[in-house]
Each structure stands twice: as C-alpha cells, then as structure tokens.
C-alpha cells in the first residue's frame, strides 16, 4: 500500500519561504500514470490543488500560485517537497500531499479510490 507523510515546520513568517516534503513509502514517485501532488484546504474553503511533480519529473502548475511556488524531488529518497515563497495570512491552511491519477488544476478536488493521501499538516503564519 501507498503511504505518504508530510513533514516541515509548521509556523513560517510573513514574507519567508514555507518548505513542505513529502515521504512516500510503498510506491515509487516515478512510477508512470500518477501525479504527486500538493494541496491545501484553508479554514471554510475546499481543497485547492497547488500543483505536482509527474512521474518524469515535469513540474505541474496551479496558475495563480506559479510565480511562488515550486516543486522538486529526490527519488533516491522517494520524497517530493514543495516550496511556497513570501507567504502571506492567505497561506495558513491544512497541507496534504497526494497521489493523484489526475492534473485538478482550477478544477474541484476530489477523493477517489484510486488516491492516496497523507494525513495532512497545520502551518500557520505569524510574526
């Protein structure tokens, strides 16, 4: 089975950088068909898919977040990461990655079976 754990700090400044990885066990980040994915879901709103790294390593975009943010990997360590650059009080939310058979871009982000996900972290902004 596929697993997936987010881990990074949960309080990042105004302004600075917030660095999110994901570890994923159970299955490779380059195995061909899915897209490994990050979303967030902030207080009284759905999921926003923020964008993904595809199995090749070809970066996937939500538009409005393409000039902050940024995707990468290591496989030798099956582990993606997220870089979201100069947040601001509209970034703090729940953070999940996720296995995706799919590019949500602006669409509604569901939960299929065919998904997996991690249980999600809290990051919060605060000076």
């Known amino acids: 089975q596929v697993q997936l754990q987010e881990s990074g700090p949960g309080l990042v400044r105004p302004s600075q950088t917030l660095s999110l990885t994901c570890t994923v066990s159970?299955?490779?980040?380059?195995?061909?068909?899915?897209?490994w994915s990050w979303i967030r879901q902030s207080p009284g709103k759905g999921l926003e898919w923020m964008g993904a790294?595809?199995?090749?390593?070809?970066?996937y975009y939500r538009p409005s977040l393409k000039s902050r943010a940024s995707f990468s990997r290591d496989t030798s360590k099956n582990q993606f990461t997220l870089q979201l650059r100069f947040v601001t009080p509209d970034d703090p939310a729940v953070y999940y990655c996720?296995?995706?058979?799919?590019?949500?871009?602006?669409?509604?982000?569901?939960?299929?079976?065919?998904?997996?996900w991690g249980q999600g972290t809290q990051v919060t902004v605060s000076s």
């Open positions: 996720a296995r995706l058979s799919r590019l949500p871009y602006t669409n509604v982000v569901a939960r299929l079976p065919d998904d997996y």
């Open positions: 159970g299955g490779s980040i380059t195995t061909c068909g899915y897209y």
């Open positions: 790294k595809g199995s090749s390593g070809s970066p």
